[in-house]
């Protein structure tokens, strides 16, 4: 594999927010990513569990969550060095702890005829942004990415502008489309404006989302652990409120523990 963890994609990224690692994964590799997408995409929809989009009227856009235990095949790519040389240096902070942590990973299955997401960043904080990392996302491409397909849509260095996208934003005309061969990885700042397009195409386009977060986060949103300390009695005597405060069902979404006999 080609050495990317260069000085000149550092600074790529640096000044754009995103760079584009080609050649990742090999063919055969993406085929087996590829079935066990659909094969648990059929699943969750026989379990009625599927997790389709909202804000997609026509329905034609899915998420499979929890892809960790979805798959070892998830479990191996996810721990990819590239991947991590680049996470390393993004969330690179003084300290002897793991510097990030897996936010959440992800297949985003957009359908022919799939509508474009709302341009947005993967950073829910208030405005102004840090002017540090608090995300960055990997976006893995299973199909091929083409201007009919959905690619992914990015504002080149939007990520130093610390504030989120606006509606009139939409029409930017700077914005561009990350085209790009199955088995790329498009590594994004969390702050950069991005969304996904639409599907205009006659076949699916699926992209995994790697979605990586500055440790702390964490950390100060849980010094306790709470989802795995409160025990069931505890559970049963506490009102919704207190449930909301302890973050308890944060994070759950639907068909992301739906797991099929047989997984590996
Ligand atoms: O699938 C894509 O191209 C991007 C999806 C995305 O940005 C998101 O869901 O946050
Ligand atoms: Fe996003």
Not at 170 to 185: D, V
Not at 223 to 243: A, C, M, P, V, Y
């Amino acid at each position: 594999m080609l050495d990317f963890f260069t000085e000149k994609n550092k600074k790529f990224f640096l000044k754009n927010g995103y760079l584009l690692l080609t050649n990742i994964l090999n063919k055969s590799i993406i085929q087996k990513i590829k079935e066990k997408v659909l094969e648990q995409e059929k699943y969750e929809k026989k379990m009625n569990k599927s997790y389709v989009y909202k804000f997609d009227k026509s329905n034609n856009t899915v998420r499979i969550w929890n892809l960790v235990c979805k798959d070892k095949i998830f479990r191996d790519i996810i721990m990819l060095p590239v991947i991590h040389q680049f996470m390393e240096w993004i969330f690179e902070r003084k300290t002897n702890h793991q510097k990030y942590i897996l936010s959440s990973f992800q297949a985003n299955i957009l359908k022919p005829g799939a509508i474009s997401q709302k341009l947005h960043i993967d950073t829910p904080v208030p405005e102004p942004l840090p002017h540090w990392p608090l995300k960055a996302n990997t976006i893995w491409m299973i199909d091929d990415f083409t201007n009919e397909n959905g690619a992914t849509e990015i504002l080149p260095g939007s990520h130093k502008k610390k504030f989120k996208p606006k509606k009139k934003d939409e029409n930017n005309k700077k914005i561009i489309k990350c085209c790009g061969k199955a088995g790329s990885i498009l590594i994004t700042h969390g702050a950069l404006w991005h969304r996904a397009g639409a599907n205009v195409s006659n076949t699916n386009r699926i992209g995994l989302l790697g979605s990586f977060a500055a440790s702390y986060t964490k950390e100060i949103a849980c010094e306790e652990e709470q989802s795995i300390i409160i025990d069931k009695f505890t559970l049963k005597k506490s009102s919704k409120k207190l449930k909301q405060i302890l973050g308890l069902g944060h994070g759950l979404k639907m068909g992301s523990q739906c797991f099929r006999k047989n997984r590996n």
